[in-house]
């Protein structure tokens, strides 16, 4: 069973950075896609960046893509930690951030968030000016 522990949220000012990071476990040998998501209040849940592994490629959120990094550490095992590096953060980067991965035999990782079936908890980041 795949289990995701995220981390790293915080409150930070306007313009700063933020690395988050999730750890994760469970993982077989097959493809898989794992990705952040974010929800504010009353918004739906929205897909930042997205990797896949083994054989490393990296999908971005057009809404995102010039201020995120998304990477992870171990692209094999059963193990990882992916981290998602926010920069030149905004006001309404405000939400609460997800990790969330699935197995994906072929084509490319998506941000639809009912392609998902782990998911972590959650961590909080809060931008103020």
């Known amino acids: 069973q795949v289990q995701l522990v995220e981390s790293g949220g915080g409150s930070v000012q306007t313009g700063g950075s933020l690395r988050l990071s999730c750890a994760a476990s469970?993982?077989?040998?097959?493809?898989?896609?794992e990705a952040w998501f974010r929800q504010a209040p009353g918004k739906e849940r929205e897909g930042l960046a997205a990797i896949s592994s083994p054989g490393v490629s990296t999908y971005y959120a057009d809404s995102v893509k010039d201020r995120v990094t998304i990477s992870l550490d171990d692209a094999v095992n059963a193990k990882n930690t992916v981290y998602l590096q926010i920069n030149n953060l905004k006001a309404e980067d405000t939400a609460l951030y997800y990790c969330a991965a699935a197995y994906r035999d072929w084509g490319p990782c998506t941000f639809q968030p009912n392609e998902y079936n782990a998911w972590g908890q959650g961590t909080q980041v809060t931008v103020s000016s």
């Open positions: 469970g993982f077989g040998v097959a493809r898989k896609c």
